[in-house]
C-alpha cells in the first residue's frame, strides 16, 4: 500500500480580507496542507476556477465588495467548482446568520474566536468526507460509462443477429438483392411521417421506430422454410404453389419465437420483429393472410411493412422482367388504398414519395446483381416461364 507520506497534501483556500487572518490560518494549517489565500471574493474565484481548484475553501463572510454568501453562491452555481466544500470562517454568530450560510451551500459554519484544534478537525472531516464523495462520483461515472459500452455491445450483437437471419433468406431468395435494406429505410421513413398522427402517435415513439428498423430485415425470414421448386420459381405460382408460398409469414413467427425460446426470455424487438413476420401479407379489407385479419386488427407494424414490401417489389427488376417506374408504383398503392393498405398509411407514404424514390435509387440492385440471380436460377435448374 501506498505510504501517505508520498501522497500530495489537500490543498485548503482560506479567504479572508484581513491580513492577520490569513496569517494565523496559513501558520494553523501549513503543516498539514497545501495553503493559498485570497483576500477578496472576487480572487478567491479566480483560484477556485484554475486548472488546479482547492480541495476545501475556509470563507469569511464580512468582506467589502462581495462578500462571502455571496462568493459561495456562485462557487455552487459553477459546474466546475460546486462540489468543493465551503466553511465559513466568521464573527456572525446569530441563528439566522449560520442558517442562511448552509442554504447558499456551505458544508459547515465556524464562529470567531476560532478554535485551533476545532477548525482544525472540522477541516479533516469534511476532507475526508469530500475524498468518499470524490470516489463514489469517479465510481458512479465509471459504472455509468460501463453500462453504456454494454449496452452499445447489446446493440450490435441485435443488429448483427437480425441481418445474420435476415441473410439466410437472402441466400435463398434470388430476387432479394438488397429489398432488405431498401424495405427497412422505407419503413422507418413512413414511420416517421406517421409519428404525430392521431391514429399512431401512441406507438410509434422513438424509441419503437428504432425497433420497427431493427426487426424489418426479418419480414421475409420464413421463406427459409420454402422449396426451392416454389421460391425460385419465376412465373406465377400454381394455386397448390400459393399455398406454399404463403405459408412463409408462420415459418417466420415459428422461427422467430425458436430464437426467444433458445435465450428463454422475450426480446422487445423479436416482439415486433414476429409481428412483422407473421401480418405483413394481411390487407385492410381482410382478403390478405394467414389469418385474414381486417384494419385496425392487423398490427401497425405489419402494415408499414405492407406499404414498403409491395412498393419495393413492383419497382424492383427481376431476371423474367423489369421493374414498374415510381410513378406506376405509387398508382398501385392509391389503388390499394382502403383494400389493400389501411388508407392512412397509404396517404403517408405517398406524401413522402420522394423519400421513398431516394432510398431505392440509393439501394438499388446493380447489373451485378442482376447477373447473380439469373446465374443462381440456373444453377438450381429453375427456367422462366
Not at 289 to 294: E, F, I, R, S, T
Not at 299 to 316: E, G, K, Q, T, W
Not at 335 to 355: N, Q, S, T, Y
Amino acid at each position: 500500500m501506498e505510504s501517505s507520506e508520498y501522497l500530495p497534501r489537500p490543498t485548503v483556500l482560506v479567504v479572508d480580507d484581513t491580513p492577520d487572518n490569513l496569517s494565523l490560518m496559513g501558520a494553523l494549517l501549513k503543516d498539514l496542507y497545501k495553503v493559498k489565500v485570497a483576500n477578496s471574493g472576487e480572487r478567491a474565484l479566480k483560484i477556485a476556477m484554475a486548472d488546479t481548484p482547492p480541495d476545501i475553501i475556509l470563507l469569511d463572510i464580512m468582506m467589502p465588495e462581495m462578500d462571502g454568501y455571496e462568493v459561495c453562491r456562485r462557487l455552487k452555481a459553477e459546474p466546475r467548482t460546486q462540489d468543493i466544500p465551503v466553511v465559513f470562517l466568521t464573527a456572525k454568530n446569530e441563528i439566522e446568520d449560520e442558517a442562511l450560510g448552509f442554504e447558499v451551500g456551505a458544508v459547515d459554519y465556524i464562529t470567531k474566536p476560532l478554535s485551533p484544534p476545532l477548525v482544525l478537525a472540522r477541516v479533516k472531516a469534511q476532507l475526508q468526507l469530500k475524498s468518499a464523495a470524490d470516489f463514489l462520483r469517479d465510481k458512479a461515472s465509471f459504472l455509468e460509462s460501463e453500462v453504456q459500452r454494454r449496452t452499445r455491445e447489446v446493440a450490435a450483437i441485435q443488429d448483427v443477429t437480425i441481418l445474420a437471419m435476415a441473410s439466410l433468406a437472402e441466400t435463398r431468395d434470388s430476387d432479394t438483392g438488397n429489398h432488405i435494406r431498401r424495405t427497412q429505410h422505407y419503413v422507418r421513413a413512413l414511420a416517421r411521417a406517421l409519428q404525430n398522427h392521431p391514429r399512431f402517435a401512441h406507438f410509434l415513439n422513438d424509441h419503437t421506430i428504432e425497433l420497427l428498423y431493427k426487426s424489418a430485415p426479418l419480414h421475409d425470414i420464413g421463406k427459409v422454410g420454402i422449396p426451392d421448386r416454389i421460391l425460385l420459381k419465376p412465373g406465377r405460382f400454381e394455386p397448390h404453389e400459393f399455398e406454399i408460398m404463403k405459408s412463409h409469414t408462420t415459418l417466420g413467427l415459428e422461427a422467430i419465437e425458436h430464437a426467444e425460446q433458445t435465450l428463454g426470455t422475450e426480446v422487445e424487438f423479436l416482439r415486433v420483429a414476429k409481428e412483422i413476420a407473421y401480418s405483413h401479407q394481411e390487407k385492410w379489407d381482410g382478403s390478405g393472410y394467414p389469418q385474414g385479419l381486417a384494419g385496425d386488427a392487423i398490427p401497425i407494424s405489419a402494415r408499414l411493412m405492407a406499404i414498403a414490401d409491395v412498393y419495393d417489389a413492383v419497382i424492383s427488376r427481376r431476371v423474367y422482367k423489369e421493374g414498374m417506374s415510381h410513378e406506376e408504383a405509387w398508382r398501385v398503392i392509391e389503388l390499394g388504398r382502403g383494400k389493400h393498405f389501411d388508407p392512412d398509411v397509404a396517404e403517408a407514404a405517398m406524401a413522402i414519395a420522394e423519400e421513398f424514390k431516394a432510398i431505392a435509387t440509393r439501394f438499388a440492385d446493380t447489373d451485378a446483381d442482376m447477373k447473380r440471380k439469373s446465374d443462381y436460377l440456373g444453377h438450381a435448374g429453375i427456367g422462366k416461364s
